[in-house]
């Protein structure tokens, strides 16, 4: 065969098709074609989501538990898991496109509307009506010298710095208006963003942006007044290539991977610019500032830096903190010349979107002991008050956010979001997202079920299904057993929906993770949970979680239920308040040096607590005396 043979792939329903080389990975083949097909575990083979079926030609594959013999007469394979051997027509199973549930407009999460009134609104950006003196033979000093001393002059800034393609357009924009300009600066930094001849209204704008693992959420926000004009929120795309940020690091490694990662990421942030400010009378050229949060694996894909070494001992990042930059510098179209921020992260896996976190909660400024959680994909954690800080991250993992469960999806429509069983009958009374035919389960479902599943008897501490008590929605195949929460006719796919044992294990293995975290920092300061007065939640759960099914688990301490406080998207509202006010981002670069992080993967103590979690609720009940009477009684 020649050295240069290459195989067509067409895909359908879409039409599109690809040539490829022979033994290329038809997982891969998808991605480039710019098609999207879940895999939440990064092509890896692990989570059996990306399935295919060839119509065509013939593809080399390897056994995988989640494709049967049936189904492998039929033609269906793990993408991730064939390589293709000639031309091919293979058909990706439609996947319905859904919204993220994130609620439109509470752009307060973790601040009330009274306490936002008396936050200053006082943005660095700034826009001045500037009238430059006119040149004369006794005054020929250079348009810029007199630019900068007219803007020194209104706006109080000292040698403001000019960017070289202002100073291009200087002779014509200065003169077009007899003189009469607009600037808009960043006072913080003294850099002239945007150059108007004429004089315009004050009116400025800027965007809130949350880069989170699994979602987008972007504000629009009125920097003079602090309104909040107009929300949008997504899901990543990045998510194709892999729901966790190992995935997306092992990813970004491939050849062209970091390329593709950022791309997909920055074309859609600008559809969804595009979306923000459609049927709105706001030119795009009054929004001056980007103001963004996110984990450290997110920023580096943001700005193109290689993330490789924040997976590698040391686990060391490319920067905390990313330069200052223009919109068009990192590829944000539509923008024009705005200046794009971010908020200063603490290390290699305690980001921005943590200092925004602890930012919005207020627990820098309280004397009281709190906890701060951000229940995602990372599981991270900061414990302390005005006086010390500690943080980490435990790594939970997906499971929580729907990955790594086989019937686990994100919250959207479809999705099971609580459940309850019923004790003489063991049948499962469910709530959905959108009041539709369920699809599958969300995380908040997935803590109810187990919680529930451990009181009711129908697991016992190690997660393994207790097969005596007559549950006829318990189905043992194989030595493989599932409970069944929806039967096949009730459910929007037409299959059964189900929790098995490898689902509980991976729960467990989650919830351990961030127990042992939480454990593991109060004991280095030689405190314990009893010790906790506030305990603040955020990230993508949200209100729908059940605290007393959270405990009953062994996720979160058992202490009073009155202690914890729901705060929602807290990286977005962090993100909002350094928008409007520079003394809150002057605050968040505080907060980010104040916490002193650990490092979980070579901590004795939390390996110790994470082997100790992988019980109900954990190995000595002691630490769980509330659930020990749930369970008891």
């Known amino acids: 065969m020649s050295e240069n043979k290459k195989y067509q792939v067409k895909f359908l329903p879409s039409g599109k098709s690809i040539k490829v080389p022979p033994g290329y990975k038809l997982h891969q083949a998808i991605l480039d074609c710019g098609l999207t097909i879940d895999a939440s575990c990064g092509g890896v083979g692990t989570c059996g989501r990306c399935r295919v079926k060839v119509l065509k030609g013939s593809v080399s594959s390897k056994k995988t538990k989640f494709i049967n013999e049936k189904d492998k007469k039929k033609g269906f394979v793990l993408s991730c898991m064939a390589k293709v051997k000639s031309d091919l027509e293979v058909e990706i199973p439609a996947q319905k496109k859904k919204k993220a549930k994130i609620i439109e407009g509470k752009g307060y999460a973790a601040v009330s509307k009274s306490e936002l009134s008396n936050v200053e609104v006082s943005p660095w950006i700034i826009k001045e009506n500037i009238i430059v003196k006119k040149p004369s033979l006794s005054c020929g000093t250079s348009d810029n010298y007199r630019l900068s001393k007219s803007i020194t002059e209104k706006t109080a800034i000292e040698d403001p710095d000019i960017p070289i393609h202002f100073i291009r357009r ?64 997504g899901y990543n795309p990045q998510i194709r290539y892999g729901e966790d940020i190992i995935n997306r690091i092992v990813y970004s490694n491939k050849r062209g991977g970091l390329s593709e990662l950022r791309g997909v990421l920055i074309d859609t942030l600008n559809k969804m610019i595009v979306e923000i400010l459609r049927g709105t009378d706001i030119n795009a050229r009054d929004v001056v500032s980007i103001m963004i949060a996110g984990n450290p694996t997110m920023m580096h894909l943001f700005y193109g830096a290689p993330p490789k070494y924040i997976r590698e001992e040391p686990y060391v990042t490319v920067a905390n903190k990313f330069s200052d930059s223009t919109a068009m510098e990192v590829g944000i179209k539509h923008l024009s010349n705005a200046r ?120 016992d501490r190690k997660g393994r299904f207790n097969q005596d008590i007559g549950n006829r929605y318990l189905e043992c195949v194989d030595k493989v057993c599932r409970y069944v929460l929806v039967p096949a006719a009730e459910s929007a796919t037409g299959e059964s929906i189900y929790i098995s044992e490898v689902d509980i294990d991976n729960l467990i293995r989650a919830k351990s993770a961030v127990y042992a975290g939480i454990r593991t920092l109060l004991e280095e300061v030689d405190l314990g949970t009893h010790d906790l007065e506030k305990v603040y939640i955020a990230g993508g759960l949200g209100k729908n979680l059940n605290i007393r099914n959270t405990v009953i688990i062994g996720m979160l301490p058992d202490i009073d239920i009155e202690k914890y406080h729901f ?55 002691k630490d769980f005396p509330t659930v020990e009477e749930y369970v008891y009684k």
């Open 567 to 621: 705060l929602g998207n807290t990286s977005v509202t962090g993100a909002y308040l350094s928008l409007m006010s520079d003394n809150k981002y002057n605050e968040s670069v505080k907060v980010s040096k104040h916490i002193t992080y650990i490092e979980l993967s070579v901590n004795m103590k939390f390996m110790d607590r994470y082997v100790a979690g992988l019980f109900l609720p954990y190995t000595d009940m």
């Open 170 to 233: 200087l002779p014509h924009d200065l003169r077009k208006k007899d003189w009469n300009i607009t600037v808009i600066m960043d006072k913080k930094n003294g850099v002239l963003i945007d150059l108007h001849s004429g004089h315009l209204g004050k009116k400025i704008y800027g965007i809130a942006l949350d880069i989170g693992t699994t979602s987008l959420v972007m504000y629009l926000v009125d920097l003079l007044s602090g309104k909040i004009i107009r929300t949008r929120s």
């Open 340 to 459: 794009v921020y971010s908020l200063r992260g603490i290390a290699s896996y305690l980001g921005g979107d943590i200092t925004s976190g602890v930012l919005a909660s207020g627990m820098h400024e309280d004397e009281r002991l709190a906890l701060f959680i951000d229940l995602g994909t990372n599981g991270e954690l900061v414990v302390g008050n005005s006086e010390w800080m500690m943080g980490c991250s435990c790594s939970a993992g997906p499971a929580f956010e729907g990955g790594g469960v086989k019937c686990g999806i994100r919250a959207a429509d479809g999705a099971i979001e609580k459940i309850s069983i019923d004790q003489d009958t063991y049948r499962c009374n469910i709530d959905v997202i959108g009041n539709c035919k369920p699809e599958g389960i969300c995380g908040s479902g997935l803590i109810d079920i187990i919680g529930e599943m451990y009181l009711k008897g129908v697991i």
